[in-house]
């Protein structure tokens, strides 16, 4: 998180952290139809047991430089759901959330399908007919 952007105005500097940048592509990751959640995985996983605080940047990694930013989203995907679409949708909202609202320059959203959710199974009830 020492890596931020910094921008000139005329009444002083704008930092935009890469933690900042981290959960504004995890909520527009997570706005897209298929996305389950995001993976931590087991680092993020022990931070949040020990903190006890919801990390809002769970499951991204971002690098921002002096004008651009890449980031890394390890996401979990609903059973059923076409891969290659979803990815191509969390990578368009995220291009356009970060971009909207940091005016950074994206280079590249890479995402990896860490695990696929299955469908909850309801309790069936059976009827016993006397």
Do not use: W
């Not at 592509?25 to 139809?33: F, R, S």
């Not at 499951?59 to 076409?82: C, T």
């Amino acid at each position: 998180m020492e890596e931020e952007l910094r921008e000139e105005l005329d009444m002083g500097i704008v930092k935009i952290s890469d933690e900042v940048v981290g959960v504004i592509a995890g909520l527009a990751a997570a706005e897209i139809k298929g996305v389950v959640g995001m993976s931590a995985g087991l680092t993020g996983g022990i931070t949040q047991i020990l903190t006890g605080k919801k990390n809002l940047s769970k499951g991204v990694k971002v690098n921002v430089g002096e004008e651009s930013a890449s980031i890394d989203l390890f996401v979990v995907i609903e059973y059923g759901i076409r891969i290659p679409d979803v990815a191509s949708q969390v990578q368009e909202n995220v291009r356009k959330a970060v971009e909207s609202m940091t005016g950074l320059t994206v280079s590249a959203i890479n995402v990896f399908v860490q695990n696929v959710a299955l469908p909850k199974e309801e309790g069936r009830v059976e009827d016993i007919q006397d």
